[in-house]
Antibody, heavy 124, light 110 residues
Framework: QLQLQESGPGLVKPSETLSLTCTVS??????????WGWIRQPPGKGLEWIGN???????NYNPSLKSRVTISVDTSKNQFSLRLRFVTAADTAVYYC????????????????WGQGTLVTVSS | QSALTQPRSVSGSPGQSVTISCTGT?????????VSWYQQHPVKAPKLMIY???KRPSGVPDRFSGSKSGNTASLTISGLQAEDEADYYC??????????FGGGTKLTVL
């Protein structure tokens, strides 16, 4: 059974860089059938897609975050990572990683399963 | 890329049916049959309930169904049960390899 687990600091200072890693177990991140994605949820608010990565390293990002986000993959460790630069209090959220389904013409179409999520607070 | 529009809340009594709408544009919901729905209980990760507008993953009860008309997708839950009380989010492919979520709907089982 595929499982995903987020890890990283729970507290980041304003203007610094948020870094999280998602470890995939029970399956290979090098599968050609899926992307791997990051989604976040500010406290009491809705879900926001951050971006996806393919095992080859190709990425797609939310246009509203694209200038600050980098997603990378390490197939040798079965992990993928998120870096979000120049964070502010508005970046405080629970960050989830998830497997992403691929439909026709490489379009992404669903998230399943999800990691349990990790709360990252931006505060000095 | 704007969030899809969902009602903030819906409610129903046990055994009844409820429908949650998800309105987008001709650039997302209206242009692609890649709408998915997620159930989220408090302090839990979201769970995939419907994908590709109408398909149910293995293990999801057939009380959950999805549909789409024009720029609006819908999730219908029939035979409402207490454990269906949760937040529900829609998500659509939005072109250029991007995805967009709805704002979420809180379902209350009366």
């Amino acid at each position: 059974q595929l499982q995903l687990q987020e890890s990283g600091p729970g507290l980041v200072k304003p203007s610094e860089t948020l870094s999280l890693t998602c470890t995939v177990s029970g399956g290979s991140i090098s599968s050609s059938s899926y992307y791997w994605g990051w989604i976040r949820q500010p406290p009491g608010k809705g879900l926001e897609w951050i971006g996806n990565i393919y095992y080859s390293g190709s990425t797609n990002y939310n246009p509203s975050l694209k200038s600050r986000v980098t997603i990378s993959v390490d197939t040798s460790k079965n992990q993928f990572s998120l870096r979000l630069r120049f964070v502010t209090a508005a970046d405080t959220a629970v960050y989830y990683c998830a497997r992403v389904g691929i439909a026709a013409r490489r379009m992404a179409n669903w998230f399943d399963p999800w990691g349990q999520g990790t709360l990252v607070t931006v505060s000095s | 890329q704007s969030a899809l529009t969902q009602p903030r809340s819906v409610s129903g009594s046990p055994g009844q049916s409820v429908t949650i709408s998800c309105t987008g544009t001709s650039s997302d919901v209206g242009d692609y049959n890649y709408v998915s729905w997620y159930q989220q209980h408090p302090v839990k990760a979201p769970k995939l309930m419907i994908y590709d507008v109408t398909k149910r993953p293995s293990g999801v009860p057939d009380r959950f169904s999805g549909s789409k008309s024009g720029n609006t997708a819908s999730l219908t839950i029939s035979g409402l049960q207490a454990e269906d009380e949760a937040d529900y989010y829609c998500c659509s492919y939005a072109g250029s390899y991007t995805l967009v979520f709805g704002g979420g709907t809180k379902l209350t089982v009366l």
